[in-house]
């Protein structure tokens, strides 16, 4: 008699399916990634996967999802000691892309989709966590300017630090330097942003992002 799962089984063997998935997607790429190889890794028959999710899409945007959860997990629970400043921000980020390398590649991996449905949730969760610190910190009246500007000029800049560490452009030692640079930037010289700065009209190529085009052998 078939074994009835209950919805604890069915969580936890998700949860196994996600991770092992996320390491076949990093290996694989989206192209190379097959539910049978998934179904072979995980120790089930080909078809067992399917029952959980409908086709790799669909597990690769939870594997997404679940990637942006923890990170904004993450830096919640770094930001929630008394004496949490933009340095725990900008550390407890760094450490997340360094530590879960795999999870962070597929959250920013440009040959997939945009986010949709649960992804692009969490994805935003993240954002309103970094463009509300930063408007914390400036009713703190440590930061000057506006707080989603200020939040997504620290997003681009922790990604791009990060993204140059992991693809090894950047040597560890750089990778600290630039972070301790970028926090004394922050600190010294946000509060004296000036009011009303001159902004040119966004040049016709910034108009959408271009569907990314992998260089031959990618």
Not at 24 to 34: D, K
Not at 42 to 71: C, H, W
Not at 120 to 132: F, N, P, S, T
Not at 168 to 193: P, T
Request: charged content about 20%; hydrophobic content about 45%.
């Amino acid at each position: 008699m078939p074994r009835i799962l209950t919805p604890g089984d069915i969580a936890e063997f998700r949860s196994r399916l996600c991770d092992v998935a996320a390491r076949l997607f990093a290996e694989l790429g989206h192209e190379g990634f097959n539910m049978r190889e998934l179904a072979k890794r995980l120790g089930v028959s080909a078809m067992t996967p399917y029952r959980y999710f409908e086709d790799k899409n669909a597990i690769l945007t939870e594997v997404r999802s679940r990637a942006f959860a923890r990170l904004a997990d993450w830096l919640e629970d770094a930001l929630a000691g008394e004496d949490a400043d933009m340095t725990t921000l900008i550390h407890a980020y760094a450490q997340f892309a360094v530590q879960e390398q795999i999870q962070y590649r597929l959250m920013f991996d440009l040959a997939q989709p945009p986010s949709q449905g649960a992804a692009a949730v969490q994805e935003q969760r993240l954002r309103a966590i970094l463009v509300g610190y930063a408007g914390t910190l400036g009713a703190r009246g440590l930061l000057g300017g506006d707080p989603e500007e200020l939040g997504l000029m620290l997003w681009t800049g922790l990604h791009g630090v990060a993204g140059l560490y992991l693809a090894g452009k950047i040597s560890s030692g750089d990778f600290h330097k630039v972070l301790s640079a970028g926090i004394r930037l922050i600190r010294d010289d946000a509060r004296a942003a000036p009011a009303g700065f001159p902004l040119h009209a966004a040049p016709s190529w910034l108009s959408a992002p271009a569907a990314f085009q992998p260089l031959a052998g990618e």
